[in-house]
T-cell receptor, first 114, second 118 residues
Framework: DSGVTQTPKHLITATGQRVTLRCSPR?????VYWYQQSLDQGLQFLIH???????AKGNILERFSAQQFPDLHSELNLSSLELGDSALYFC?????????????FGEGSRLTVL | AQTVTQSQPEMSVQEAETVTLSCTYD???????LFWYKQPPSRQMILVIR??????QNATENRFSVNFQKAAKSFSLKISDSQLGDAAMYFC???????????????FGKGITLSVRP
């Protein structure tokens, strides 16, 4: 158990809909990262938050947005969903200062868009 | 920008044998971290081993060890005494030393699927 909690684990929805994925980082971790893993694809970095502030954006579509709340949990909002958005979405966390460098990953949220 | 390349999409190894997974990376930084993550069929991302670039000694974790060649920008993973449970996708990853900054993400290779033959 990595200590990172993601909900929901599975989600099936229709094109055009909007969903919210939630992530609770490990206790004490200030950084949250979101990654997308499509079928047979590697892990694509979406966005990074550190202590409530957006620090970096990767290949995140304009239809997607995220935020990190004061209690450090994060949400990834996906809107106007398309078939190609079907993927496994990972949240990962790490400590801002004292750290051995790795990211700790949640179990992922598998999104299926029909 | 940093890039990570895993050129072998698939590999296979006989149970109890040794296998080496290759990874190369490109960076202009002198200090950084390298990782191997394992993704079994459960899809959970599990850290296998880490290497700090400033350390000349290759990291080892039980049956897993790395061959870190900084000048060649190469970071291979050796799995000894392969077990059926080692079957998974393995990702090589790079991270800059600034853990809070805009470039603190992990950059992953495309991964390699390892199968273990009984």
């Amino acid at each position: 158990d990595s200590g990172v909690t993601q909900t929901p684990k599975h989600l099936i929805t229709a094109t055009g809909q909007r969903v919210t994925l939630r992530c609770s980082p490990r206790s004490g971790d200030l950084s949250v990262y979101w990654y997308q893993q499509s079928l047979d694809q590697g892990l694509q970095f979406l966005i990074h938050y550190y202590n409530g502030e957006e620090r970096a954006k990767g290949n995140i579509l304009e239809r997607f947005s995220a935020q990190q709340f004061p209690d450090l949990h994060s949400e990834l909002n996906l809107s106007s969903l398309e078939l190609g958005d079907s993927a496994l979405y990972f949240c990962a966390s790490s400590v801002g200062t004292l750290t051995t460098g790795e990211l700790f990953f949640g179990e992922g949220s598998r999104l299926t868009v029909l | 920008a940093q890039t990570v390349t895993q050129s072998q999409p698939e590999m296979s190894v006989q149970e109890a044998e040794t296998v080496t997974l290759s990874c190369t990376y490109d960076t202009s930084e002198s200090d950084y971290y390298l990782f191997w993550y394992k993704q079994p069929p459960s899809r959970q991302m599990i850290l296998v081993i880490r290497q700090e670039a400033y350390k000349q000694q290759n990291a080892t974790e039980n049956r897993f060890s790395v061959n870190f060649q900084k000048a060649a920008k190469s970071f291979s993973l050796k799995i000894s005494d392969s077990q059926l449970g080692d079957a998974a996708m393995y990702f090589c990853a790079y991270r800059s030393p600034s853990f809070t900054g805009a470039n603190s993400k992990l950059t992953f290779g495309k991964g390699i699927t390892l199968s273990v033959r009984p």
